[in-house]
C-alpha cells in the first residue's frame, strides 16, 4: 500500500497486534469500507461517548482529547445538542426553499469576519466541508482572473476532491499534483531566522508565479492554512502581509482556508488571517463550524464572486440546511458566552509554557511552537534531524496512557495537539503528567 504522509505517519497497520474483539471489528471494517480508510494508532481506539475534552471506549476507559478540533466547543455541547433537536424535530429541507435561519447566521458570521479586519467579506456561500469550499474556491478563483495556476505549501492539504487533491501534496499515495500548481517552502520558524521568515516567503511566492505565468497556466490564487498546520504548525503571523501583496500586485486572489485554524482556536483572533493582518478575497471553513454537523462555508468579497455567481448556478442539497445552520448558530454562541477564545489564549499559553518547561530537560524536544490551543512540538534525534519514528512512538506512548495526540509535517515529526476549546487548567495537569511520563518511556 503506497504512504500518505498526512494520513499514514499516525495510522495503524495490520502488522501490530490488537486483541481479539478489536481484531475482529477492524477485519469487518476492512471488508465493508475497503483498504483507503485509515485508523490512528498503532492500537486503534473504540470511541462511544464522548463529553466536554473526554472520550470513552468500549471498555469505559477514559482518554483525554487533545486533537479533535471538530467537536471545537466539546464533545456533545448540551447548547448544541439542544439547538439541533429543536430544529430537526421542526423542519429540515435545503436553501431553495426560504428560511430565516440561513440569513440570521449569514450575517452573525459576516460580522466575525469583519469586526477586526476587512470588511470587503460580505457574502458567503454553504456546502458541507471543507474540500467542498476549497474546490468551490478554486473555481471562483478561477473564473475572475481567466487563469488556472495555484500556488501551495510543500505539505500542504486542502481536502479529497479532485480539484483539491491536485493542490494537497500531503495526500501523497497514487495521488499528483496538478500541473497547474507549484509549491513553496511553508514559513519553517525552526530552522529559518524570525527577520528572514517574510522575505523567503514572499520571494518563492513571487518565483512560483513567474512559473506560472511561464508555463502558460498563468496565475488565480495563493491558498494557505493560516496556521500552516498540514506542513508543521508555523504560527509566525509576520509572513503573509508581504506576500499577499504580491498576490494581487499579479492579480491573483488570496484563499484563507480557515478550516482548521479558524473560530477562535488560536486564541489572538477569531479568525486567522486576522492575526497576519491580511484581506483574504476568500475565505473557506469547515471542521469545528457546526461542532460534529457537517456544515461548511465559503465567504467572498462580492466582486470576486460577482462572475461566478452569475454565470454558474450553484446548488448544494444539503449545504446550509436548517439543522446544521442550528448548530453552528449554537457554536457562535457558545464561544461568545463561555468566552472561549480568552480560553484558547490563556490555557493555550500554560500548555506551551509547561511542554516547553518539559522539553528543557528533553534533548530530543527540538522546538515548542503555536498559538491558542494549537500546539506543535517537533521531534529531533541525537543528530538534531526531524525524528518521525520517536514522534511516532510518542503519539502511541500517549495513546496508551490514554491522552490522543496526532502528528503533521513534513518528516512526520511534529507532534500535533489541538484540543477542543473547553481544554482547562486541569487538562493542562493532566496532559503534561501522562506527556512527561511517555517522553522518559519512549527516549
Known sequence: MSFSNIMDSNSYSADHPVDPATESLIAARDRILGPAYRLFYQRPVHLVRGEGTRLYDADGACYLDAYNNVASVGHCHPHVVEAVTRQLSTLNTHTR??????????????DTLRSEGPDQLDQVMYACTGSEVNDLALRVAEMYTGAKGVIVTTDAYHGNTAAVTAISPSIGGASVLGEHVRTIPPPDSYRIPADELAGRFTADVVTAIDKLVASGAGFSALIVDTIFSSDGIYPDPSVLAPAVDAVHRAGGVFIADEVQPGFGRTGDAMWGFLRHGVAPDLVTMGKPMGNGMPIAAMAARSEILDTFAREIPYFNTFGGNPVTVAAAAAVLDVIEDEKLMRNAAEVGSQLRDEITRLGADHPRIGDVRGTGLYVGVEMIDETGAPDRAGARALVNAMRERRVLISVCGRDGNVLKIRP????SSTD???????????VASSF
Do not use: Q
Open 428 to 438: 493542562v495537569d493532566w496532559f503534561c503528567t501522562e506527556f512527561a511520563g511517555a
Open 97 to 110: 426553499y426560504l428560511h430565516g435561519g440561513i440569513v440570521d447566521y449569514s450575517r452573525r458570521l459576516l
Open 420 to 423: 477542543p476549546m473547553v481544554f
